[in-house]
């Protein structure tokens, strides 16, 4: 009887071994720094959302010298968060990323400008110098211009574009009469700074009718082939809904778990808690689900790019409801 036990449990052990090692292992690339921007991901991996599906998911930051879709076109990833104008720009190049699930419905995209220096209206736009974001960033912001016809290369009449670094020193040194900035975090920045928002005038991407798909979830069309790489996708994209449906519902709760996973100590509660309230805006209204409409808008506002648009064609194959229908349904 002894020896039955003893091998009973040493059955269990070895199956429990077996099941500890079964968990499938995803890494996720961050578009920015551990922030509010990604607490879903963060709230699924601290809630046990992701251990419920049997996945072990590594979350790596970005920063001002990580590019998504190197990493993913790299191997470096499983799946990432980037902007659809880059996802579809790195396409048409040659690397297959296709979008498997939209946690935000709306875009968090502003340009923000001083009053002072003489801009109310986009009519002000003209002989000004305005601050970009690069690396993948700037495409909604030339398609912008272009409908406005307005050039970007400092000729009589357009405006000079300045490649500005992800911080907004530029308004506030006077470098440029706007900045671009995001409604959760740069705006707020530039309030932190001393001016006020009567000093300001804030055009928002959405307002301006060319607002384009942000922070959605991309992998590269190769692996969709593999039925275990869908598989691990459908369990990822339903964990991490869940974590952003908690964390809407849950904003402070949300920004206490980015700080405790915030290794490099920059960011700040008050801070943290503001963004997720304002991010809490734009994940609302989705359930992970593509909405097309939101898709062909994007895409007409990136082939409005006049002779130098961001593609120069409708995509095909750029998304896929696979997924959600699978991990949703």
Same mark, same amino acid.
């Given at each position: 009887m002894k020896t039955l036990a003893t091998f009973a449990a040493s059955a269990a052990l070895g199956l429990a071994g077996m099941a500890a090692q079964a968990a499938d292992d995803v890494t996720l690339q961050l578009k920015w720094v551990t922030q509010a921007q990604f607490a879903g991901y963060y709230v699924a991996l601290d809630k046990g959302f992701y251990a419920e599906e049997d996945l072990d998911v590594t979350i790596k930051p970005g920063g001002p010298d990580i590019a998504p879709t190197q990493v993913l076109a790299g191997g470096g990833a499983d799946v990432t968060v980037e902007w659809m104008p880059a996802a579809l720009a790195a396409r048409e190049k040659g690397l297959g990323m296709v979008n498997i699930a939209q946690p935000f419905k709306s875009s968090g995209m502003m340009l923000t400008c001083r009053k002072d220096a003489g801009v109310s209206s986009t009519d002000d736009f003209a002989g000004k110098t305005l601050g970009v974001w690069f690396f993948g960033n700037e495409f909604p912001f030339l398609s912008w211009m272009s409908q406005l016809g307005i050039a970007t290369d400092g000729s009589d009449g357009g405006v000079t574009v300045l490649k500005q670094g992800f911080n907004v020193d530029p308004?506030?040194?006077?470098?440029?009469?706007?900045?671009?900035?995001?409604?959760?975090?740069?705006?707020?920045?530039?309030?932190?700074?001393?001016?006020?928002?009567?000093? %300001?005038? /804030?055009?928002? &991407? !959405?307002?301006?009718?060319?607002?384009? *798909?942000?922070? $959605?979830?991309?992998?590269?069309?190769?692996?969709?082939?593999?039925?275990?790489?869908?598989?691990?996708?459908?369990?990822?994209?339903?964990?991490?809904?869940?974590?952003?449906?908690?964390?809407?519902?849950?904003?402070?709760?949300?920004?206490?778990?980015?700080?405790?996973?915030?290794?490099?100590?920059?960011?700040?509660?008050?801070?943290?808690?503001?963004?997720?309230?304002?991010?809490?805006?734009?994940?609302?209204?989705?359930?992970?689900? %593509?909405? /097309?409409?939101? &898709? !062909?808008?994007?895409?007409?506002?990136? *082939?409005?790019? $006049?002779?130098?648009?961001?593609?120069?064609?409708?995509?095909?194959?750029?998304?896929?409801?696979?997924?959600?229908?699978?991990?949703?349904?």
């Open positions: 308004i506030l040194q006077g470098q440029a009469a706007c900045v671009s900035t995001m409604t959760y975090n740069e705006y707020w920045q530039i309030i932190d700074a001393g001016l006020t928002p009567d000093d %300001l005038q /804030v055009f928002k &991407y !959405e307002d301006q009718g060319v607002a384009t *798909l942000e922070d $959605g979830l991309y992998v590269l069309e190769e692996n969709l082939a593999d039925p275990a790489f869908e598989d691990k996708m459908v369990r990822f994209v339903r964990a991490s809904m869940k974590g952003w449906k908690y964390a809407e519902a849950n904003p402070d709760e949300a920004a206490e778990i980015v700080l405790d996973n915030d290794a490099s100590g920059a960011q700040t509660e008050k801070h943290q808690k503001r963004m997720m309230g304002e991010i809490a805006k734009l994940t609302a209204g989705s359930n992970g689900a %593509l909405d /097309v409409a939101d &898709y !062909e808008r994007t895409v007409a506002s990136l *082939l409005s790019g $006049g002779s130098d648009p961001v593609i120069s064609k409708a995509p095909e194959g750029a998304w896929t409801h696979t997924i959600t229908d699978k991990a949703l349904n």
